[in-house]
């Protein structure tokens, strides 16, 4: 009898635990969600926004379960937030839409322009939006940028996109630019956001500054932040050859250690060094080329010094004095200088960066070439 | 009481257990909004001064051999200050766990079960407390014991998978707001060590009374790296000058670990260390709660009582009207009434009582 009580007690709590949590079951069920894989967002009439969704079509799996093609289907609608899109969508699918498994934001320039902040703010409050999610700023509508990215080396396209920008830690062309680290240099009173620059080709960056699209870096420049922020495993760079004229030399740099920057006020502006040492190898070979001679390799070295430093200086003027956003989160290295936060709020950061000045210091090691040395 | 007894590797446990478990859910934020980035030097301080009150709880207790602080009370002002104390401790068992399990079950609710009643997601809760109050206390620190060592590898695991997100000078500026509201108005952030409230309830329990100083000193050390563990990834990763309220900030915390493309998602293991974290916490306060009103009443069996205080968890649990309510008792009552109960009040009563033990010897 007692037994039999315990079985009756189990299969009650059972049955009262199945019925409640079924609800959040059956929403997640696989039958009744659509998966978004990238979301493009674009300005529309009277303040509202044309967000389109990108979904992975579930005719492109085949009967074995194995993904055979990259086919998406991609909707729009019109809404005056994300939040009402997706709700919009919702109902124009008959499913419910899992942002689970978005790897990619993507915000027309037009609409980043007039600021992305409240956006952002949303999708970091959305728990099925991962903070990894990379964003990108469309020189063109976010629609056409999403509608035109077709991988041709990956079948799957939730995986491409995930895997897009990762050839940046051996270009330094573009940065990893996720939604966790962009809301989290918004809220930082010491960064500033930036975002991948979306073209035909993703190279270069968007800077912001507090969720403002302000401008953009070219690749050499993006080649700076890249460097200055450690995001780089190598690159490669051309610099001019020291020894023959109107001729470059390609070299690929490796980092010898993490970038070292260190900050001082003069007269209330901030002085900053910025201390990079590279090795590099170098990959250009030309029949009358001889790299066993120590002073070549010298004048190589000091000729990639030159190169990087006006390269760096520049791009540092340029995100200082022009976009007034410290992309590079440099203010962080300056926390230290104050002993507290609230002369660190009084002093103004975000103020004074426009008045920094830099000064870049790289040595280079140029060692080798690769197989030949001597020709 | 046979079979109630523990060795003081459990006893640490325990207690850890108590420290450990408001970390998952805002207790790292609230440490921090009242720090910023001084927060690991507030703890280090506020290590340092709970070891010397637990060192003093100790020697205190020291006098009363196997006695709780119910006894001491007892003895102290008699059944009158018995009750009242066992009251007062009943109530700062209760309220703080159902807080406590009504912050989190708001936290899995929002992360996995968005179309569930927050009801359903309380019940199992209490079914749990219905099933363990019926198992001795020595079987239930026994799955406490299980349970402890997953959930100090989680936090481990979480600080070093995020390790590389990390910004290093997010740790100054040093003093954070400044020195006064660091080591002056700081001490209020010594409501995170509410755990060496087990310490007065624990000596009947141990199979060794006599190892109660390394019991209380140990389980303070290790309260205390588990905290800076806890705190360092949320301020090195998170940033913090303008506030922005997460509703559980390890868990956002777990979401940023990532190892390649392959070992994503990692939350939803977090989450379950956490869920059976959560439930040993329950689970100790719950007997305590027992033990405690078993002692006012003089009942003789604790079974009678196992339904009843899971209930009341639940009870009070659902009162708070919505998150923000939870948040606000959270962060402007509870943190002083945890200070009040088990820092003044019950160092008061221990030092009371051994002033009295001291004249009787006197006479």
């Given at each position: 009898m007692r037994h039999l009580l315990k079985v009756l007690c189990f299969a009650i709590i059972l049955i009262i635990l199945t019925v409640s949590f079924s609800s959040s079951f059956t929403r997640v069920n696989l039958d009744n969600i659509a998966v978004v894989v990238a979301i493009g967002m674009d300005k529309a009439d009277n303040n509202n926004l044309k967000v389109c969704f990108q979904f992975t079509n579930p005719s492109s799996i085949s009967e074995s379960g194995a993904f055979e093609t990259s086919d998406s289907v991609l909707k729009t609608v019109t809404a005056p937030s994300i939040s009402s899109a997706i709700n919009l969508m919702n109902s124009y699918l008959g499913k419910e839409l899992t942002l689970a498994h978005c790897k990619l934001l993507v915000f027309s320039e037009e609409l980043a322009k007039s600021g992305i902040g409240n956006s952002i703010y949303t999708l970091m409050n959305d728990a099925q939006v991962r903070p990894s999610c990379n964003i990108v700023i469309s020189k063109t509508s976010a629609e056409y940028y999403i509608d035109?990215?077709?991988?041709?080396?990956?079948?799957?396209?939730?995986?491409?996109?995930?895997?897009?920008?990762?050839?940046?830690?051996?270009?330094?062309?573009?940065?990893?630019?996720?939604?966790?680290?962009?809301?989290?240099?918004?809220?930082?009173?010491?960064?500033?956001?930036?975002?991948?620059?979306?073209?035909?080709?993703?190279?270069?960056?968007?800077?912001?500054?507090?969720?403002?699209?302000?401008?953009?870096?070219?690749?050499?420049?993006?080649?700076?932040?890249?460097?200055?922020?450690?995001?780089?495993?190598?690159?490669?760079?051309?610099?001019?050859?020291?020894?023959?004229?109107?001729?470059?030399?390609?070299?690929?740099?490796?980092?010898?250690?993490?970038?070292?920057?260190?900050i001082s006020f003069v007269n209330g502006s901030p002085y900053i060094k910025i201390d990079c040492r590279y090795s590099g190898q170098i990959y250009s070979m030309t029949n009358d080329s001889n790299y066993l001679d120590p002073d070549i390799l010298e004048q190589i070295s000091d000729a990639c010094n030159r190169y990087l430093r006006s390269v760096f200086t520049d791009y540092l003027y340029k995100i200082s004095k022009e976009y007034k956003s410290d992309i590079n989160s440099l203010g962080k290295t300056s926390l230290k200088l104050f002993p507290t936060i609230e002369q660190y709020e009084d002093y103004g950061w975000r103020e004074h960066f426009q008045d920094s000045f830099f000064d870049v210091n790289i040595e280079t090691n140029v060692k080798s070439s690769s197989l030949l040395s001597d020709s | 009481m046979a079979d109630s007894k523990i060795t003081s590797k459990e006893a640490i446990m325990l207690i850890v257990t108590i420290f450990v478990s408001h970390t998952i859910v805002t207790l790292p934020e609230n440490l921090l909004s009242n720090t910023k980035s001084a927060t690991l030097i507030n703890l280090i301080y506020l290590g340092i001064i709970v070891s010397l009150l637990a060192y003093v709880i100790y020697r205190l207790l020291k006098n009363f051999a196997s006695l709780d602080i119910i006894d001491i009370s007892e003895y102290?002002?008699?059944?009158?200050?018995?009750?009242?104390?066992?009251?007062?401790?009943?109530?700062?068992?209760?309220?703080?766990?159902?807080?406590?399990?009504?912050?989190?079950?708001?936290?899995?609710?929002?992360?996995?079960?968005?179309?569930?009643?927050?009801?359903?997601?309380?019940?199992?809760?209490?079914?749990?407390?219905?099933?363990?109050?019926?198992?001795?206390?020595?079987?239930?620190?026994?799955?406490?014991?299980?349970?402890?060592?997953?959930?100090?590898?989680?936090?481990?695991?979480?600080?070093?998978?995020?390790?590389?997100?990390?910004?290093?000078?997010?740790?100054?500026?040093?003093?954070?707001?400044?020195?006064t509201d660091t080591f002056i108005t700081g001490l209020g952030n010594i409501f995170a060590f509410s755990g060496i409230s087990c310490l007065y309830f624990i000596p009947p329990y141990l199979k060794d009374p006599s190892k109660m100083k390394q019991i209380s000193l140990t389980s303070v050390v290790i309260g205390l790296l588990y905290f800076l563990f806890c705190t360092a990834t949320v301020l090195l990763l998170f940033s913090f000058f303008v506030d922005v309220d997460e509703v559980l900030p390890l868990f956002s915390a777990a979401s940023y670990i990532e190892f390649g493309v392959f070992f994503q998602r990692l939350e939803s293991f977090f989450m379950l260390v956490w869920i059976l974290e959560i439930g040993a916490y329950l689970m100790i306060t719950n007997r305590f709660s027992i033990s405690i009103f078993q002692k006012m009443t003089s009942i003789k069996y604790q079974r009678p009582l196992s339904m009843i205080f899971p209930l009341l968890v639940l009870g009070i649990a659902l009162l708070p009207k919505n998150y923000s309510v939870i948040r606000f008792l959270e962060t402007n009552i509870y943190a002083y009434f945890i200070i009040a109960i088990v820092f003044v009040l019950g160092i008061s009563i221990l030092v009371l009582a051994n002033l009295k033990k001291k004249k009787e010897r006197k006479v």
């Open positions: 035109n990215s077709e991988p041709d080396l990956e079948p799957l396209l939730s995986k491409y996109y995930e895997l897009f920008i990762s050839s940046n830690q051996f270009t330094g062309y573009t940065a990893n630019a996720t939604l966790g680290k962009f809301f989290d240099n918004m809220i930082c009173q010491s960064c500033d956001p930036y975002a991948i620059l979306g073209d035909s080709e993703n190279i270069g960056l968007a800077v912001f500054r507090e969720g403002v699209l302000v401008g953009e870096l070219n690749a050499t420049e993006t080649l700076a932040f890249t460097c200055i922020d450690n995001h780089l495993k190598g690159f490669l760079v051309s610099v001019p050859n020291p020894q023959v004229e109107n001729q470059n030399i390609d070299i690929y740099l490796t980092p010898k250690r993490n970038t070292k920057i260190d | 102290l002002g008699g059944k009158v200050l018995k009750n009242i104390i066992g009251g007062i401790f009943i109530a700062y068992f209760i309220v703080t766990s159902s807080n406590l399990l009504r912050e989190f079950c708001e936290g899995l609710r929002v992360a996995f079960f968005p179309m569930t009643d927050i009801l359903s997601i309380l019940i199992p809760f209490v079914i749990m407390l219905f099933v363990t109050n019926y198992l001795s206390f020595s079987s239930n620190v026994k799955a406490v014991s299980l349970i402890f060592p997953l959930v100090i590898a989680s936090i481990i695991f979480l600080f070093f998978g995020n390790f590389k997100n990390f910004s290093f000078e997010r740790m100054f500026p040093i003093l954070g707001k400044g020195f």
